[in-house]
């Protein structure tokens, strides 16, 4: 079975500071790593995605996210926060084996910049 | 292109009615699939489909059935609804393939209240 843990509910940021969101997950093969973002009353968006290659990937409005095997670990960083980055973010697995089509979401962290 | 949509964007239904929520998508996806999002639980995979005329239970299947007669359309229904299938329902699609990009594009929701 496969599985996302995002370990804040919550993240709290200066407008202008570096963020991070945290996101851990569990998967029997190879992972493939996604980061979406919801803002209010709107579906989920596609930031950015690990599927091979360079450990560090870049994405959507700055946002850039690390994949770390050893840790398991693929935490979604800013360098300097907007209050518009301001919305619930979901990091998502599955596993890249083929005919595993499922993906697993996280329970989401719902970040707040504060002017 | 449209991208992903859904009918209707609000519901309410009394318990025991039945309903269909309306899905499509303009993109030639072979990936399909609902998902429902509750406060603390993220969004839980109900069904998905690779293609016509194949669908599979996800996570939370009970409740909600699904056909796959186009590849366009994937038209989600509640036979006998209950409180707890009071949710925001989102449905998604990607393309599929060995090298696949796996980058799911989601439709607006639809917010169901079960009285």
């Known amino acids: 079975a496969q599985s996302v843990a995002q370990p804040e509910d919550q993240v709290n940021v200066a407008e202008g500071n570096p963020l991070t969101v945290k996101c851990t997950y569990s998967v029997s093969g190879n992972p493939y790593l996604f980061w979406y973002v919801q803002y209010p009353n709107r579906g989920l968006q596609f930031l950015l995605k690990y599927i091979t290659g360079d450990n560090l990937v870049k994405g959507s409005y700055g946002f850039e996210a690390e994949f770390n095997k050893s840790q398991t670990s693929f935490h979604l960083k800013k360098p300097s926060a907007l209050v518009s980055d301001s919305a619930l973010y979901f990091c998502a697995v599955r596993d890249s084996g083929a005919g595993s089509y499922q993906l697993t979401f996280g329970k989401g962290t719902k970040l707040s910049v504060i002017p | 292109n449209a991208g992903v949509t859904q009918t209707p964007k609000f519901q309410v239904l009394k318990t025991g009615q039945s309903m269909t929520l309306q899905c499509a998508q303009d993109?030639?996806?072979?990936?399909m699939s609902w998902y429902r999002q509750d406060p603390g639980m993220g969004l839980r995979l109900i069904h998905y489909s690779v293609g016509a005329g194949i669908t599979d239970q996800g996570e939370v299947p009970n409740g909600y059935n699904v056909s796959r007669s186009t590849t366009e359309d994937f038209p989600l229904r509640l036979l006998s609804a209950a409180p707890s299938q009071t949710s925001v329902y989102f449905c998604a699609s990607s393309y599929l393939g060995l090298a696949d990009t796996d980058t799911q594009y989601f439709g607006p929701g639809t917010r169901l209240t079960v009285l």
């Open positions: 993109m030639n996806h072979e990936y």
